[in-house]
């Protein structure tokens, strides 16, 4: 990677998405998540911020070659009061289309200190390999 390259990988805002464009589907305030993705021989790994969400309110699927994700974000206990806020609370909705490289059926997914990890295997006839010498 160059180093122009590398100036033009730079972090997005947060980005709401805009009511009428057809995605959310539940009133509220829906998100964009941020995703890093990661590609080596195997697999394609995405990684997404979800802060305070919780794993069960995280719902993951693919459809002819869709993969949607899906969470939402409980709203704070009535008991607290806000001092100071950042962010609306509302959820995250993000759409990736998958080609014929990706082995739909080995996708997995890891949360971890709401981070969400999504492994997508690439096909097999996708893969390099190496041909030995005789």
Partial sequence: ?????KRELQVAEKQA???GDGE??????MWVPQVDIFENEEAITLRTDLPGVK???VHIDVHEGMLSLSATLDAYPETWQSVYREYE???YSRRFSLG???DQGKITADMQNGVLTLVLPKAEEHKPRRIEIR
């Fill in 55 to 57: 794993r069960e309110h």
């Fill in 1 to 5: 990677m160059t180093d122009k390259d």
């Fill in 24 to 29: 959310p589907t539940r009133e509220g305030c």
């Fill in 100 to 102: 014929d490289r990706i």
């Fill in 17 to 19: 998405i805009a009511q």
């Fill in 89 to 91: 609370i509302g959820g």
